[in-house]
């Protein structure tokens, strides 16, 4: 099965500095691979996502690379701000039938933005 | 819309106990997941559902563990007997799967957060 590795663990960054946290994945099959923001004691929200025939997508501070042949893939926060700090997940799936099938998540990166 | 709705929002129950969550996910969506975190090992998948037909069960971690979709609007995860070590947060999530199209992203609930003492 697919198997997502993310780094680093934690991550403190001074605010108004960018974070970048990376994931690699296994499975050369996967295709889809969105992230999600977890804020303490609340429910995992996916903030940006994107499939295998694109290679960067951008919303506002938050950008996603991804690179398929080396089979990882990049999230980058820009000029971060306190509401930043979080839990971050990186996640890749196989979409050979359509849906998030069966999700792989990353271990999480805890962002820390420090004042 | 209301999004995933999931009770109870804390259970706590002592070991041996049958404890069984609740889930209902959002109306249209054809897939639901079940997935439990904690601090050791993450978000990890434990089975879901397309059309209510169970299609991945691996991630069950054992017999104990059963899982139900008897209709589109309702799913449950029951743990019997509970252990301490089924102590986490489970979270069940659901989305729109269509065949051959792209990716509907996954929503998730508040999850319960189990405590077996």
């Known amino acids: 099965g697919e198997n997502v590795e993310q780094h680093p663990s934690t991550l403190s960054v001074q605010e108004g500095d960018s974070a970048v946290i990376k994931c690699t994945y296994s499975d050369s099959a996967s295709n889809y691979f969105p992230w999600y923001k977890q804020e303490l004691g609340k429910r995992p929200q996916l903030i940006i996502d994107i499939r295998s025939n694109v290679g960067e997508k951008k919303d506002q501070r938050i950008a996603v690379t991804l690179n398929k042949t080396a089979k990882h893939f990049s999230l980058h926060i820009t000029e971060t701000q306190p509401e930043d700090s979080a839990v971050y997940f990186c996640a890749a799936s196989i979409n050979s039938g359509g849906g998030a099938d069966g999700l792989t998540f990353g271990k999480g990166t805890h962002l820390i933005i420090q004042p | 819309d209301a999004g995933v709705i999931q009770s109870p929002r804390h259970e706590v129950t002592e070991m041996g106990q049958e404890v069984t969550l609740r889930c209902k996910p959002i109306s249209g969506h054809n897939s639901l997941f079940w997935y439990r975190q904690t601090m050791m090992r993450g978000l990890e998948l434990l089975i879901y559902f397309n059309n209510n037909v169970p299609i991945d069960d691996s991630g069950m971690p054992e017999d104990r563990f059963s899982a139900k979709m008897p209709n589109a609007s309702f799913s449950t995860l029951k743990i019997q007997p509970s252990e301490p070590r089924d102590s986490a947060v489970y979270f069940c999530?659901?989305?729109?799967?269509?065949?051959?199209?792209?990716?509907?992203?996954?929503?998730f609930g508040n999850g319960t957060r189990l405590t077996v003492t």
């Open positions: 999530a659901s989305s729109l799967s269509v065949w051959k199209t792209v990716n509907s992203p996954l929503h």
